[in-house]
């Protein structure tokens, strides 16, 4: 029996006989799968905090982070914005290090978790005039105003592909250069990406020792039924790095650059940039 069968049968809708066939399986996910679908979670991640917290936290995500802030910090240095918009900017830990090389005079942070944002909110040096939106980008894009530059930090990736496109439309003649951070997700045939999913979820729940069962249970599972489960609540389409650089010059930014940053236990991540309209 192994972790894979379990996937097939969320993926075919039976999720009673997937629990089943997780429970039987001696492994991190299959522990935490079992257990996972044996509650009565709905599914939603993001709205505990202290889950996704140990997550990012954790893990491989330190040095994800480490990678990602100094990145960041080096574009910020070079282009030296004026107005900086940071979509999805969670508890601002991707952005802090490009603040302590280069402040803008205004900054605007969006974030639909309200926790997370006051926590962004509260390292922020004083001397930078905040805008903090409690939202999502959907509605905040078709009329934000204009930036020298916009960043997002695996955060795009929770937009279905066709409300992705709408966003970043919005977004082209309204920002001078953008900054995205994602993972290179490979597209593969069904049969292999079960595969696929089981040895990345498996390896990253690994990673985690006493804040396992929390990630696991408030973040991970959700994340990773969410893509397989007909009908289940879905938190992430990702894909391959070139898609994301298709995507984005199809909105309209030009000159669209993909850097590799950081080799994660899920995928590689990517620092990708281009220049706006604005």
Known sequence: MTITSALAALTAGEPDRARDLASAVDSPLGRALGRYLAGDADGTVYDRPAAFRAFIGGGGNVGLYEAVGSALADLHERVRPASLLDVGCGDGRALRPSLARHRPARLTLV??????????????????????????????????????????????????????????????????????????????????????????????????????????????????????????VRSTWEQPADRWAEQVARAGFTDVRVTPLHDYWSSPAFLLTAAGGA
């Open 111 to 232: 974030e639909p978790s309200a926790a997370l944002l006051a926590e962004a909110v509260r390292h922020l040096p004083g001397d930078i005039a905040t805008d903090a939106r409690n939202t999502r980008v959907e509605p905040f894009a078709g009329s934000c105003g204009w930036f020298d530059a916009a960043q997002s930090t695996f955060a795009l990736h929770t937009l279905p592909h066709g409300t992705r496109d709408e966003v970043l439309a919005a977004l082209a003649p309204r920002v001078g250069v953008l900054a995205v951070v994602e993972f290179d997700v490979p597209d593969l045939p069904p049969a292999e990406r079960l595969r696929f999913l089981a040895e990345t979820y498996e390896r990253g729940l690994a990673e985690y020792d006493d804040d396992r069962d929390l990630v696991a249970q408030g973040f991970l599972m959700p994340v990773l039924t969410g893509q397989l489960l007909p009908g289940a």
